[in-house]
């Protein structure tokens, strides 16, 4: 079982496209490529966190979280109407979260943080929001669809060197 983290997906969202810049004709087109690429990477047994700005349309989440792998958990962003976390099929559903994985403490929020519990104790924060437009501050992580490749990621994955920038 693994664990990954996403935020941002926009499901539905055809504003986004065009805010974001997002590569996709239309958001049928874009919420396929979603759908497409979270099942490519998320196991049944795995677990998903969702830092929020799901879909546009509360009523169109329960059937977006059956065809999405994983237990999927909910951390509300902005743009997350009330009937979105009230939807049958989440795991659990909160504004914020902190928890240990791999031996690494997280503080998990759709909001990036100036500074969060633990920071100085090498604690990582991974948010959503920004859409991959922030700088990042040491161990700060926009987990959003569009700074990852339209899929969730792993803490690994987050956590690898980067590879030599070509010259």
């Known amino acids: 079982m693994a664990v990954f983290f996403t935020a941002d997906t926009h499901f539905g969202d055809h504003r986004t496209i065009n805010i974001q810049h997002r590569p996709f004709a239309d958001t049928a087109t874009m919420d396929a490529t979603l759908i497409a690429r979270w099942n490519a990477r998320v196991a049944p047994d795995d677990i998903v966190w969702h830092l929020g700005d799901v879909a546009r349309r509360a009523g169109d989440v329960a059937g977006l979280l059956d065809r999405l792998h994983g237990s999927k958990h909910l951390l509300a962003g902005n743009n997350d109407p009330d009937?979105?976390?009230?939807?049958?099929?989440?795991?659990?559903?909160?504004?914020?979260?902190?928890?240990?994985?791999?031996?690494?403490?997280?503080?998990?929020?759709h909001y990036p943080f100036r500074s969060w519990n633990g920071q100085h104790r090498r604690a990582i924060n991974l948010h959503g929001h920004s859409h991959g437009r922030l700088k990042p501050m040491p161990r700060q992580f926009d987990v959003g669809v569009d700074a990852r490749d339209f899929a969730p990621v792993t803490l690994a994955e987050l956590l690898a060197p980067m590879p030599p920038a070509a010259h």
């Open 83 to 109: 009937g979105t976390r009230v939807v049958a099929g989440w795991a659990s559903v909160g504004d914020y979260a902190e928890l240990s994985l791999d031996g690494h403490a997280l503080v998990l929020c």
